[in-house]
T-cell receptor
Framework: GAVVSQHPSRVICKSGTSVKIECRSL??????MFWYRQFPKQSLMLMAT?????????EQGVEKDKFLINHASLTLSTLTVTSAHPEDSSFYIC?????????????????FGPGTRLTVL | GQQLNQSPQSMFIQEGEDVSMNCTSS?????WLWYKQDPGEGPVLLIA?????ELTSNGRLTAQFGITRKDSFLNISASIPSDVGIYFC????????????FGAGTRLTVKP
């Protein structure tokens, strides 16, 4: 249990275009999803936290108009990088926590997706 | 404040050797978690610790939640080549809500 998928795994886009990344919890209901950004050889930086059905909470320094987050259902959250520029190139990782059908609870444990490598030319 | 200091930054060891890495903080944490990240992948949860003093094993991995709640260690015994990767500690400070803090990671290289 507790599988999180991300799509796409890699994306290359031109500067100025928008890119949408999907994060899905496959076998549990994710009441909270998190979006991280990771630069090479660095740790994960939390960008925003989203609870299903409400607006995302962004970390200081993260532009909400630049990184649009939608968590419309208990199994899907999307991150849209709008008007992407080369400096937005990074590894974006989502994580989720919630409850499974067997009563499994991951309130304190986050399960991560495989990540999306974004390259903006 | 609630930063996690993880050490060492990197380790180069011979296959079969034991490994130890740790995380410390100047303030207390309610939970400690250890993740492993392979290149180009998301982190995978190895061990979660919930109580001060708790010692938990997962195969060749053992982790402990420090008595002071300000530190945790992860040991890997009899390392094998597939142990290569980056190991992150993470934890929830009190009253942090959703927030989980991450250490900077320990990059492990195992020579066959």
């Amino acid at each position: 249990g507790a599988v999180v998928s991300q799509h796409p795994s890699r994306v290359i886009c031109k500067s100025g275009t928008s890119v949408k990344i999907e994060c899905r919890s496959l076998d549990f209901q994710a009441t909270t999803m998190f979006w991280y950004r990771q630069f090479p050889k660095q740790s994960l930086m939390l960008m925003a936290t989203s609870n299903e059905g409400s607006k995302a909470t962004y970390e200081q320094g993260v532009e909400k108009d630049k990184f649009l987050i939608n968590h419309a259902s208990l199994t899907l959250s999307t991150l849209t990088v709008t008007s992407a520029h080369p400096e937005d190139s990074s590894f974006y990782i989502c994580s989720a926590r919630g409850w499974g059908t067997s009563g499994f609870s991951s309130y304190n444990e986050q399960f991560f997706g495989p990540g999306t490598r974004l390259t903006v030319l | 404040g609630q930063q996690l200091n993880q050490s060492p930054q990197s380790m180069f060891i011979q296959e079969g050797e034991d490994v130890s890495m740790n995380c410390t903080s100047s303030s207390i944490f309610n939970t400690w978690l250890w993740y492993k990240q392979d290149p180009g992948e998301g982190p995978v949860l190895l061990i979660a610790l919930y109580k001060a003093g708790e010692l938990t094993s997962n195969g060749r991995l053992t982790a402990q939640f420090g008595i002071t709640r300000k530190d945790s260690f992860l040991n890997i015994s009899a390392s094998i080549p597939s142990d290569v990767g980056i190991y992150f500690c993470a934890g929830h400070p009190p009253l942090a809500g959703n927030d989980m803090r991450f250490g900077a990671g320990t990059r492990l290289t195992v020579k066959p």
